[in-house]
């Protein structure tokens, strides 16, 4: 197995220098998953975990031992032993020497040993760091070697005695995309935006949605990609007015649009892609319409990301436009700046403008500081995906309006200049769709 970058080894070294003297992390990754019987679902580390070590294998404790020169820092790796018998079932092991070798553990056990090992480890440390969303289990688990490790006290030694969430230290790195996690970003934009023109392409009416959905996953697995980024919505009609429907079973119909929200997974990051488009390839005038607002509310919310704008601004100029295009449409009634401090627009559009993006679709890193939006800053990565659904039977509503559903969202960069729109591969004016779909 090739060596793993050293692009893991500055991750820890940042993280290290802030635990400082006296500061402890344990970090588990995923549990395996059963799926039924003997059968499990595809592993995946948990995304802290790997972020700090690339290691991907289940049954595995980091530890992390800070200080303020590399000498005194440590990164420790519990887990599965080699065992050829099960590697020829199951595939490879890095074992105990793999973990040194190639992913630059100081030093590696057997998970099997961890209960005698931690409370030892925890000797001389007074700072202990730990994921605030494990699993009751494992901190139950932390707690009996604290316990175990509070015994040795009265013989000199020092235990921690204070706990601290360690997101509050790794979500703050993680927000902030280095050079490697961008590239790794657009490569699995790129993938996606390709396999969205694919779906377009391939659609006509009759087809099933999930048909246009297995377009989807044979360009992610074509491209090679891991996996989708999440599961993958295609919303035909009125199913596009359900903002997660996931159930993709129904027919497409000829005059209906499709609203496909889908991103694959590469290199263990996330794209989120959506677009919305005509089953039979030409838009009708009321699709129009109110596809070009929710374009026009992207837009100008792509428009206002650069650095030092605070996260909200796009969300409100989001707003903003809609609420106006909604007014000329006749679908609200009344003064623009009354109808946004009333929230009328959550009758067609009842979610946020965007998210974070990263190693999870959602995200980690805090969207307030201190009680204020936070600020875009260079290397962060976040959607935008306004939309508008207006669902059958809306009281006031003409029926000309019913069962449209619209969404656009795209994946952004931040940039010391401005922003860059990194699923930018795939169409979304009117115009390009069309042309796209009917070049078939």
């Avoid at 490790?149 to 013989?155: E, L, N, P, T, V």
Wanted: proline share 4%; with cysteine.
């Amino acid at each position: 197995m090739a060596s793993i970058s050293n692009l893991y080894a500055l991750r820890r070294t940042k993280f290290l220098k802030t635990l400082g003297e006296g500061g402890m992390a344990i970090l588990p990754t995923n549990a395996e998953s059963t799926r039924s019987a003997d059968t499990f679902h595809p592993f995946r580390a948990a995304s802290d975990f790997f972020y700090l070590t690339g290691f991907s294998e289940p049954d595995a404790v980091a530890v992390f031992i800070g200080g303020k020169s590399a000498s005194k820092q440590s990164f420790i790796l519990f887990c599965r032993d080699k065992n050829p018998e099960k590697e020829r079932w199951e595939g490879y092991r890095a074992g105990q020497e793999g973990a040194v070798a190639t992913y630059g553990a100081s030093d590696a056990f057997s998970i099997e040993d961890i209960d005698e090992r931690m409370p030892e480890l925890l000797l001389g440390q007074n700072r202990l760091f730990l994921p605030m969303k494990s699993a009751d289990e494992q901190h139950h688990q932390i707690m009996d070697w604290l316990s175990d490790a509070g015994k040795q006290i009265r013989s000199g030694a020092s235990a921690p005695t204070a706990c601290f969430a360690i997101e509050n230290v790794l979500h703050e790195m993680r927000l902030r995309k280095d050079r490697e996690e961008i590239k790794t970003m657009r490569t699995a934009a790129q993938i996606s935006a390709a396999a969205h023109c694919l779906a377009m392409k391939k659609c006509q009416p009759g087809m099933y949605e999930y048909e246009l959905e297995a377009e989807l996953l044979y360009e992610f697995k074509r491209k090679g990609a891991e996996a989708p980024a999440y599961s993958s919505i295609v919303g035909g009609g009125a199913n596009a007015c359900v903002l997660h429907y996931i159930t993709n079973k129904s027919i497409l119909k000829d005059g209906d649009l499709v609203l496909i929200d889908a991103g694959a997974e590469w290199g263990t990051y996330a794209a989120d892609i959506t677009r919305t488009f005509p089953v039979n390839g030409r838009f009708s005038p009321t699709q129009s319409a109110i596809y070009e607002l929710v374009l026009k509310a992207q837009e100008a919310a792509i428009a206002k990301i650069r650095p030092g704008v605070a996260w909200n601004v796009p969300h409100d100029i989001a707003v903003k436009v809609l609420t106006q295009g909604l007014v000329a449409l006749r679908l609200l009634k009344g003064e623009v700046k009354a109808l946004i401090k009333k929230k009328a627009y959550r009758r067609f559009y009842m979610h946020r403008t965007g998210h974070w993006l990263g190693l999870d679709v959602h995200d980690v890193g805090d969207y307030r500081v201190d009680g204020k939006w936070r600020k875009f800053e260079p290397g962060m990565v976040l959607t935008v995906e306004p939309g508008l659904y207006i669902a059958a039977g809306e009281q006031g509503v003409a029926k000309k309006w019913w069962d449209i559903g619209v969404r656009i969202e795209d994946d952004i960069l931040v940039t010391s200049q401005g922003c860059e729109v990194l699923s930018r591969g795939v169409p979304k004016k009117i115009a390009e769709i069309e042309r796209l779909m009917n070049s078939a």
